[in-house]
């Protein structure tokens, strides 16, 4: 990763994003292990997105969060459309450094954190695998593991990338290169996954993937032979239809000095949108804003000046070498 200073707009040490569906039973088991990890509660930003739960999942993470996680929130969306689109409204809504995803049915040990985290020291994501010497897996059937390594080796044999386990919901990113990646991602269902993998190999971003423990829990979502082929199909759509991200679209604003007018920096983090992306130079703050196109571009221009009159900014445009050489 290169040496651009980003900024984040909160003090959090990670975001954890949770997607969830009907997990009143399961999810409180879940955060309340979060809260023994080696980061500080107060530090973890913990994102729960409720996909259209008919059960008291939404109320019940609420009342978790406000107890224990004073930077967290539940995002509650009106109806069920899948976990790819719960993970990419979670990211988006990300404010830390680093940015975790897993099931709400906490399938992977909590201990794979650590070394996660400790891997983006090197690679841009960290992804958790059943597949690889060292992981270990617990009451997962004979069908079911045929099933998963099938489908792995189906997606290495469309993508050409070296990943042997691309479903396990365990995965960790640099912030900056996850909200770039979720902004290109369009599957909504469980072959997000492998789209997001896709998207980072194919854009060379370095990928670590690690053993985990990983239980088989009882009463999954998962149906193995309908969202497989659901998942499979889906992918393929997207291979179709895949094009690299050309370039990234923003504003460059400068900084108040003392010598000139500009604006403050708290100011800047707090008119723009949570899913953009910040670096610090030493006279102005870049907001790079994925996905967003030029007339777009110009609309937030143009209303960020009505709230700050004779503030200066100008366009600018990176592509991913810019940011990851």
């Known amino acids: 990763m ?11 040490a990670i975001s954890i994003i949770l997607p969830a569906f009907n997990e009143e039973k399961r999810i409180p088991s879940l955060l309340d292990a979060l809260r023994s990890i ?12 409720d996909d259209g739960s008919t059960d008291s999942t939404s109320t019940i993470c609420r009342q978790f969060i406000e107890d224990f996680f004073p930077m967290g929130k539940v995002i509650t969306k009106p109806q069920n459309t899948g976990k790819g689109s719960a993970l990419r409204v979670g990211v988006t809504a990300a404010n830390a450094p680093i ?23 090197e690679h841009d994501i960290v992804v958790g695998s059943r597949s690889i010497e060292g992981s270990q897996t617990q009451g997962i059937t ?17 993508t050409k990338h070296k990943i042997a386990d691309t479903q ?9 290169v996850a909200k770039i990646l979720f902004s290109a991602s369009h599957v909504k269902g469980f072959a997000q996954d492998a789209e997001i993998l896709d998207l980072a190999y194919r854009h060379n971003f370095s990928i670590l993937e690690i053993p985990v423990r990983w ?9 193995l032979i309908r969202d497989s082929m659901s998942s499979l199909l889906e992918f393929v759509g997207y291979r179709l239809n895949a094009s690299k991200i050309q370039e990234i679209n923003g504003l460059r604003i400068s900084l108040e000095d003392g010598k000139k007018k500009g604006v403050n920096e708290n100011d800047i ?30 609309k937030i221009s143009e209303a960020f000046h009505t709230n700050h009159p004779g503030s200066e900014s100008q366009i600018c445009i990176c592509s991913l070498d810019d940011l990851f050489p």
Do not use: H, W
């Open 99 to 121: 940015i975790i995803t897993m099931d709400a049915d906490m399938a992977t040990d909590l201990s794979a954190i650590e070394p996660a985290m400790k891997g983006l020291d």
């Open 38 to 49: 080696s980061v500080e509660p107060q530090s973890i930003e913990v994102i729960v997105v």
């Open 269 to 298: 983090l707090g008119s723009f949108a949570s899913d953009y992306v910040y670096i610090r130079s030493q006279s102005s703050i870049d907001i790079l804003m994925p996905g967003v196109c030029s007339d777009e571009l110009k």
């Open 2 to 12: 290169s040496g651009n200073n980003y900024v984040y707009r909160s003090n959090a």
């Open 168 to 176: 396990c919901g365990f995965k960790v990113y640099r912030s900056p």
């Open 142 to 158: 004979s069908s079911r593991k045929f099933v998963t390594l099938g489908f792995s080796l189906l997606l290495r044999m469309l």
């Open 215 to 223: 239980e088989s829990i009882p009463d999954s979502k998962v149906n």
